[in-house]
């Protein structure tokens, strides 16, 4: 039964507040009083002197009264006087009984709250089986306030339920889920889901939007148990308002390939379920936005989204010329739906489940933004999209139209050096291109019964590309001020059509008995492309004797390509802890690839050194086995894989010539070993390794015996012999979380030892009809490796007000080469850190400050001279203030260094942006927005990237200042309070 709370008595500085605004309203003037009422009116001024003095002693007590305390204790069970282990402890204010911090108490039941403010607070615990716990605490006098052992006592089973309804908290711990009630935590009216969200203790969100769950980042965001949004967690939470969610759920569940295929691999993801309330269980919302501004700049924008407890419909369409290719991640996901990941049903098995790769991947065919920061762009797109979703069946289908139109001007120096020389070339180029695609998808997921499931996924995409390059270089020995060795100037058209098509179907049987599991996948995927191209250049050549050398051609490039494929996987449970798996992958593919080169100032005759017909066929066998031991908090896994690659290919100057080199037959057999180790020694700390010994075919562009022609002086040909590549990889992370600060921190390291890597070996030479030229070709080298690692932190400095991470990353690779048939070993080494501040005092202001630093030291052991130490780093301030109701000011300033003091490179990239944004209307559903973007005009593109030779810097125009007028209007409407994650621009 709940305890009853005592009364809170009035504060001593209630008391003297009340008595000092007593004296100050009183007069003291006697004007024409009488000598009665005048002694009778000292009479009281004196008596109240006495009083305030007496109060004096009292009022120096409390000023010496620590502003912030530790509050500690200790809790057990009243019955066998054990530790209550891992029971929640809450501070509630004792008004509202709203949360304003927590924790759980350690295996010996101690719990201690460290530099909270020192005021009344209203102690509670909760713990499974046992009566609710609390106790009123007032203002303490001394910094540590401890408040003994706490005795909590058993409750009947039957009674659990009805104290659980009366005993109503913000927070409940049940196992590994935690469970906020969303009712009782206080956001403006208005607010989104991300708004309540930063109000929970444990759950942090970036200015991105990210969130992040007890230090672990939040894989998926749940409505009512479905994924209606994508597996993107900010689309549910920037979209629902605040007003609609019940209940929000944190926990841990199987990861997604133990979903699909029915065999739990020992993995687990962060997500969190929103439970809505009973009157939101069907919704919709949407947003359109209109834009102009100068310099002819416009932008616009328009989605729909409508769901309920089975389907979800959108519709989104864009257009612009500020350089947005596309919709950004968020509104993608909001699209899509359920469909936005769909790569892990890819039905290649293997140790850990499926075949490592890319969790998702776009292609531009794709709706979402790809533009890399250079130049300026016109898009359009749009698309419409359909899922379904009850407890048999899944479904989605859509329909993706978007076009592109990019101009760049680029302007680039590349510096190349030999083991005994070196040479230059500046780089001008301008492209205008077109890009257009069409993509369709449908997926269909059917459990059949209990025990069955059937999944059915197809994508088409057809695209269309028109390039047009012009590019004017300049060669010299050494650098620009030695000699002007020859000038090239190349003009390059083409014209690009293309179709692609994907397919496969995935069965899943699960037996009677327990953890036996049946998988089969087979699947099919197709693809052609017909590449027109004009080519023209024009070499004038200054040394030795002034001529002009212009070569002319016209290239036609088909390709045809298709891929089937099939796997199967089975796993026994041999005991309570060990489990076998075993799985078998077959593969066969086919390529062809037809380039004819002719020359139109010829007669268009066949240019035959350029001219080139390669079929290229893989098969590909895998037959593997692991066995796995689980435990609480203890995942074990060895296993063997055979693996069989076979490769064919034939070369001829057309389809039907003959043979120029005997067809190519290999095969290669090799073992493939794996290992992995995770250990979770409390719910707050894991670490996980892996290993595993991989072999990865060579990429059909570096087998092709094709010469790249596009640009004369640099020239690259595939080389028909290559090996596959063969590498060592382990694979280490770690974790931990601190529920009593809210702090967190993680690493990972990825480490790559290579017994056979490809590298591409170069021959630079002065050729007399064309100058200066660099041909490189890819070849099989021993040695060398990858490193890489990653680490984060956060820390709350004020719990919900101010906050502190830290994230970086380093980076080692070594690769052996050849330049000129001289070795050279390139040792490239990177760090980067960066850090943030975020402070939020109050629900009308936020400010950001972060910073960043990255070197990229570059090491040749042919040319140590020629070392490179390039750097770029970085700092930013932000702000959102709002000074006016419903007006908002937001602004930033980004300050971007770049050097290298090998070349005397140095660039400074100063970006001010800011904007005034209102809102009007009914729910603040209309807003208006005045934007300034770049005040200072400074913003350029650019680029530093070091190589096995060469080192080459480029600065590309972008879209520098401009102002603009924005309307939006929110189906929903939009948030009256400061928004983190907002950023000034429009979108």
């Known amino acids: 039964m709940q305890q009853k709370l005592p009364r809170c008595p009035p504060s001593r500085r209630a008391v003297v507040k009340a008595i000092i605004r007593s004296i100050s309203s009183r007069s003291f003037a006697v004007h024409s009083r009488s000598i009665r009422d005048y002694y009778y009116s000292m009479r009281t001024f004196f008596a109240t002197c006495l009083l305030l003095a007496g109060l004096l002693p009292a009022v120096a007590v409390m000023a010496q009264s620590p502003s912030r305390i530790t509050i500690k204790g200790t809790v057990t069970i009243d019955s066998t006087g054990e530790a209550a282990a891992m029971a929640t402890v809450m501070l509630l204010h004792p008004a509202d009984s709203t949360l304003q911090t927590f924790t759980r108490c350690n295996e010996q039941g101690t719990f201690v709250f460290k530099g909270v403010r020192n005021a009344a607070y209203l102690l509670k615990i909760s713990y499974v089986g046992y009566l609710p716990y609390q106790q009123y605490l007032l203002p303490a006098e001394v910094e540590v306030l401890d408040v003994g052992a706490l005795v909590l006592k058993p409750i009947q089973r039957e009674l659990m339920e009805v104290v659980i309804r009366t005993a109503k908290a913000p927070l409940f711990i049940r196992g590994d889920t935690i469970e906020y009630d969303a009712t009782m935590f206080k956001v403006p009216p208005g607010s989104t889901v991300e708004d309540l969200l930063r109000r929970l203790p444990g759950i942090e969100v970036d200015d991105a939007g990210n969130i992040k769950a007890q230090g672990r980042d939040v894989r998926r965001v749940y409505v009512d148990g479905k994924v209606f949004f994508g597996n993107d967690p900010k689309l549910a939470t920037k979209n629902l308002g605040a007003e609609v969610v019940s209940k929000v759920q944190v926990f841990d569940e199987k990861s997604e390939m133990a979903r699909i295929v029915g065999v739990d691999d020992g993995k687990q993801e962060r997500v969190m379920n929103l439970e809505l309330k009973e009157e939101y269980k069907k919704g919709a919302?949407?947003?359109?936005?209109?834009?102009?501004?100068?310099?002819?700049?416009?932008?616009?924008?328009?989605?729909?989204?409508?769901?309920?407890?089975?389907?979800?419909?959108?519709?989104?369409g864009y257009g612009n010329n500020i350089n947005e290719t596309g919709v950004n991640w968020e509104d993608y996901s909001e699209f899509k739906g359920q469909g936005t990941f769909q790569s892990f049903d890819d039905g290649d098995f293997d140790f850990g489940g499926m075949l490592s790769g890319s969790f998702v991947s776009f292609s531009e065919g794709d709706l979402i933004n790809w533009f890399d920061g250079r130049g300026f762009t016109r898009n359009a797109g749009g698309g419409v999209n359909y899922n379904f979703d009850n407890k048999k069946t899944k479904a989605n289908a859509s329909y993706i139209y978007n076009q592109t139109i990019l101009d760049l001007n680029e302007f680039g120096r590349r510096d190349n050096f030999l083991d005994s020389g070196a040479f230059s070339n500046t780089d001008t180029l301008q492209r205008n291109d077109f890009r257009g695609n069409h993509r369709m998808n449908m997926r269909w997921e059917q459990e059949i019964d209990s025990l069955n499931v059937l999944i059915v996924k197809a994508g088409l995409r057809l695209s269309q590309a028109d390039e047009q390059q012009q590019r004017g270089q300049y060669f010299f020995n050494g650098d620009a001020a030695s000699g002007l060795v020859n000038r090239l100037r190349v003009d390059d058209n083409s014209d690009r059509q293309a179709w692609s098509l994907n397919s496969l179907a995935l069965f899943r049987h699960r037996f009677k008995k327990p953890g036996r599991v049946l998988a089969i996948s087979a699947g099919y995927n197709g693809q052609t492309s017909d590449l027109s191209e004009r080519f023209l250049s024009q070499n004038h050549i200054f040394l030795p004797g002034e001529r002009t050398e212009r070569f002319s051609t016209l290239n036609r490039n088909d390709t045809r390509a298709w891929e089937a494929k099939s796997s199967a996987m089975f796993s026994e449970p041999l005991h309570q802890r060990w489990f076998l798996q075993a799985f078998c992958n077959v593969r066969r593919s086919y390529n062809a690839t037809n380039r004819q080169v002719r020359n139109p100032e010829q007669g268009n005759t066949r240019v035959d050194h350029l001219s080139v017909f390669y079929q290229f066929a893989e098969q590909y066998y895998r037959l593997g086995s692991s066995l796995r031991y689980v435990r609480e908090g203890l995942n074990l896994t060895a296993g063997l894989a055979g693996q069989q690659l076979?490769?064919?290919?034939?070369?001829a100057r057309d389809r039907h010539l003959p043979l120029l080199l005997s067809p190519i037959q290999r095969t290669f057999t090799d073992l493939i070993p794996y290992a992995a180790f995770e250990i979770e020694p409390s719910d707050n700390l894991s670490f996980d390794l892996?290993?595993?010994?991989?072999?990865?075919?060579?990429?059909?562009?570096?087998?092709?015996?094709?010469?790249?022609?596009?640009?004369?002086?640099?020239?690259?040909?595939?080389?028909?012999?290559?090996?596959?590549?063969?590498?060592?990889?382990?694979?280490?992370s770690a974790y931990y979380w601190n529920a009593a600060s809210f702090s967190s921190a993680g690493f990972n390291l990825d480490v790559s030892l290579f017994q056979s890597q490809i590298v591409y070996n170069q021959r630079v030479e002065r050729i007399d009809s064309l100058g200066i030229v660099t041909l490189s070709r890819p070849e099989n080298a021993d040695g060398g490796h990858r490193v890489r690692a990653y680490?984060?932190?956060?820390?709350?400095?004020?719990?919900?007000?101010?906050?502190?991470?830290?994230?970086g990353s380093l980076g080692w690779n070594v690769a052996p080469a050849f330049v000129n048939d001289v070795p050279n070993e390139t040792d490239d080494r990177h760090i980067g850190l960066r850090s943030s501040l975020s402070l939020t005092p109050n629900n009308k202001l936020y400010v950001g400050v972060n910073g960043g630093v990255n070197f990229n030291n570059i090491s040749y052991s042919v040319r140590s001279d020629l070392n490179q130490r390039i750097q770029n780093h970085s700092a930013g301030v932000s702000l959102k203030w709002?000074?006016?109701?419903m007006t908002f000011l937001e602004a930033n300033v980004d300050y971007r260094f770049f050097s290298n003091p090998t070349f005397d490179f140095r660039q400074e990239i100063p970006i001010v942006n800011a904007s005034v944004r209102r809102l009007f209307g009914p729910k603040s559903r209309v807003e208006m927005r005045l934007a300034a973007?770049?005040?200072l005009n400074r913003r350029v593109a650019v680029t530093q990237r070091g190589a096995q030779n060469f080192l080459l810097t480029s600065i590309a125009p972008t879209l520098a200042r401009y102002f603009m007028l924005s309307v939006s209007y929110n189906f929903r409407g939009h948030s009256d309070k400061i928004n983190r994650s907002e950023g000034i621009i429009i979108f």
């Open 285 to 316: 919302f949407g947003k359109a936005v209109l834009a102009g501004g100068s310099d002819e700049r416009w932008a616009s924008r328009a989605s729909y989204n409508r769901f309920d407890e089975k389907q979800q419909f959108s519709v989104i």
């Open 646 to 651: 076979v490769l064919e290919g034939r070369v």
């Open 690 to 732: 892996e290993y595993t010994y991989r072999v990865s075919t060579p990429p059909l562009a570096a087998l092709q015996p094709i010469p790249i022609f596009s640009d004369p002086a640099f020239q690259s040909v595939g080389n028909p012999d290559l090996s596959p590549e063969r590498y060592h990889n382990f694979d280490f």
């Open 791 to 807: 680490y984060w932190g956060s820390v709350p400095i004020v719990k919900n007000r101010l906050s502190f991470s830290v994230n």
């Open 882 to 885: 709002q000074f006016l109701s």
């Open 933 to 935: 973007f770049d005040l």
